[in-house]
């Protein structure tokens, strides 16, 4: 593993113990909202980039070969700002969460909204985002709102095709 994704997965793993979190994709969403606008900036190309490469830090796209030196300073310093401000990090990230979710009524589904959700699987308990766009889409289907994390999803299919 590259230093690059070794720090890159330390913050991640970070985060997600901070909040309780353990979807990736979420993980990153929030904690993106809570950064100034020009360091959010570069940690939404890192992040982006980060998807797009294999472990040991070799892009897939080929348009990277190597992971910029800054990139892995830049990411160790938010690591050691978010050690250094846990709690106002927490807390922060912790009212973005509360903020997104919607408050289910029993044995209802959530309306739909225009903006993005997060949803705690019922599987596995983890928390996953339901984007605006995958809320218009299950609409036009008339489908129901997911209630399991992709994972799971993929799980019940095997087990229970239909
Ligand atoms: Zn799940």
Same mark, same amino acid.
């Given at each position: 593993? !590259?230093?690059?994704?070794?720090?890159?997965?330390? &913050?991640?793993?970070?985060?997600? !113990?901070?909040?309780?979190?353990?979807?990736?994709? !979420?993980?990153?969403?929030?904690? &993106?909202?809570? &950064?100034?606008?020009?360091?959010? #900036?570069?940690? @939404?190309?890192?992040? %982006?980039? +980060?998807?797009?490469?294999?472990? %040991?830090?070799?892009?897939?796209?080929?348009?990277?070969?190597?992971?910029?030196?800054?990139?892995?300073?830049?990411?160790?310093?938010?690591?050691?700002?978010?050690?250094?401000?846990?709690?106002?990090?927490?807390?922060?990230?912790? #009212?973005?969460?509360?903020?997104?979710?919607?408050?289910?009524?029993?044995?209802?589904?959530?309306?739909?909204?225009?903006?993005?959700?997060?949803?705690?699987?019922?599987?596995?308990? !983890?928390?996953?985002?339901?984007?605006?766009?995958?809320? +218009?889409?299950?609409?036009? @289907?008339?489908?129901?709102?997911?209630?399991?994390? @992709?994972?799971?999803? #993929?799980? +019940?299919?095997?087990?229970?095709?239909?």
């Amino acid at each position: 593993m !590259s230093k690059f994704t070794d720090v890159y997965n330390t &913050l991640e793993t970070y985060l997600k !113990s901070l909040v309780g979190m353990q979807d990736s994709k !979420s993980i990153w969403k929030v904690y &993106l909202q809570i &950064l100034p606008p020009d360091i959010q #900036a570069s940690t @939404k190309t890192i992040n %982006h980039y +980060r998807n797009a490469i294999d472990g %040991h830090g070799t892009s897939v796209l080929g348009t990277m070969p190597t992971v910029p030196d800054e990139w892995v300073i830049f990411l160790q310093g938010q690591l050691n700002w978010v050690k250094k401000n846990e709690e106002e990090v927490k807390q922060k990230m912790l #009212a973005i969460i509360n903020s997104t979710q919607t408050t289910k009524p029993q044995n209802q589904y959530p309306q739909f909204q225009e903006a993005d959700q997060i949803i705690t699987c019922q599987g596995c308990g !983890s928390q996953f985002y339901f984007t605006a766009g995958e809320q +218009r889409f299950y609409k036009e @289907k008339g489908l129901n709102i997911p209630k399991y994390c @992709k994972t799971c999803r #993929a799980k +019940r299919n095997v087990k229970d095709p239909k």
